[in-house]
Every structure is written in C-alpha cells, then in structure tokens.
C-alpha cells in the first residue's frame, strides 16, 4: 500500500520560513521523481519544484527562484521543501508526488504522477 504523507504546513506572517515534509512508504522511493505541488481555489494546480531521482536536476516555478529548496533523502524515502521569504501568493494547499522514472529530469505535469500526498496547508498572511 503507497502512502505519502505530506506535513508542515502552517499560517505564517509574509517573509517568513517554512519547511514541508513527505513520508514515503509503499515503493522503492529511490525509484521515482518526486515533486511538490500546489493549488489555491479557483486555479490549476501547479508544479512548485520537482526532482530527479537521484536529486541531481531540479526544476522550480519562476515565482520560487531563489526562495524555495527541493530536497530528497532516498535512505529515510523523504522529501522536503524548504520555503523562505514567504509570500501571500505563495498561500495554497501543497501536495507532494512521485513519478515512476529513472530519467535525467523531471515533471512539472500532474499527470506524470502516480501518486499523491493528501496536501498541508500554507497561509500567508500580509
């Protein structure tokens, strides 16, 4: 059974940090591209970062540059966001995902992903 279980959201002020963490059970993690996600109401979801299996390519949203580190530890299958000067448009629902592939880069399509967290809240208010 594959459970990724995503965590760390919380409210925090504009300019402010915060670190999201997923627990990866059920596959063989070093397997997979992963990537974290995100969706406010009324909008598509959108790729924030996503990372190779190795974790040798990144790719991160424009809006993210410089702010945001994707990082992975396939020894403990987790993955982790570390967020930085924090902004009220960064406030969404962050999801994390895997993607079978043992390619050089990664996704930034949903539909490339397998599998799903249940998503942590962000808010950032101004």
């Known amino acids: 059974h594959v459970q990724l279980v995503d965590s760390g959201g919380d409210l925090v002020q504009s300019g402010g940090s915060l670190r999201l963490s997923c627990m990866v059970s059920g596959l063989a993690f070093e397997d997979y591209g992963a990537a974290w996600f995100r969706q406010s109401p009324g909008k598509e979801r959108e790729a924030v970062a996503c990372?190779?299996?190795?974790?040798?390519?990144?790719e991160y949203l424009d809006s993210v540059k410089g702010r945001f580190t994707i990082s992975r530890d396939n020894a403990k299958s987790t993955l982790t966001l570390q967020m930085n000067s924090l902004r009220p448009e960064d406030t969404a629902m962050y999801y994390c995902?895997?993607?079978?592939?043992?390619?050089?880069?990664?996704?930034?399509?949903?539909?490339?992903?397998?599998?799903w967290g249940q998503g942590t809240q962000v808010t950032v208010s101004s």
């Open positions: 995902a895997a993607s079978p592939s043992w390619g050089t880069e990664c996704f930034t399509d949903p539909n490339e992903y397998d599998y």
């Open positions: 990372l190779s299996w190795s974790g040798a390519f990144t």
